[in-house]
């Protein structure tokens, strides 16, 4: 027996989606426009970190900051990657809480979008034409 899942992949992604798009460092990227499985499995264990108690020398900080520099990395087209990592060595260390406000703006952006039902899906009961009949609130029946 054989099932072919990437078939339905395919069939999960055939509308068009805009890009969406960041500057940073003097350059502008275009993301792809939607993330991995194991990108997101990968973003879902980053602790959570707010800019204003960002740390530069906790180094629990800077591993969270990694991780979300290669998220925004993964989520970038192979041929824009290379002018991503150059852009991470003109950012200063005291700008770095930038890249948490990147990863969340692209992690919005890909999840908020309308997913499209699979065609398998049940789209909920006919409509008959008829409208129901409300009764008065704590009646029950004629008078």
């Not at 055939?14 to 194991?38: M, N, R, S, W």
Request: glycine fraction near 6%.
């Amino acid at each position: 027996m054989h099932v072919d899942f990437d078939a339905a992949r395919r069939a999960y992604s055939k509308g068009q989606i805009d890009p969406v798009t960041f500057d940073l460092a003097g350059e502008t990227f275009t993301c792809l426009c939607d993330p991995t499985l194991g990108d997101t499995f990968e973003l879902a264990d980053v602790p959570d970190l707010d800019p204003a108690d960002f740390d530069s020398a906790n180094r629990l900080h800077l591993a969270t900051i990694r991780r979300l520099a290669r998220y925004i990395r993964h989520m970038l087209p192979l041929e824009e990657r290379g002018r991503w990592d150059q852009a991470l060595y003109r950012i200063p260390l005291s700008e770095m809480p930038v890249i948490l406000e990147v990863s969340e703006y692209i992690t919005k952006a890909v999840t908020s979008r309308p997913t499209v039902p699979p065609t398998t899906s049940l789209r909920g009961r006919a409509a008959n034409g008829r409208g129901s009949r409300r009764k008065p609130g704590g009646a029950r029946g004629s008078r």
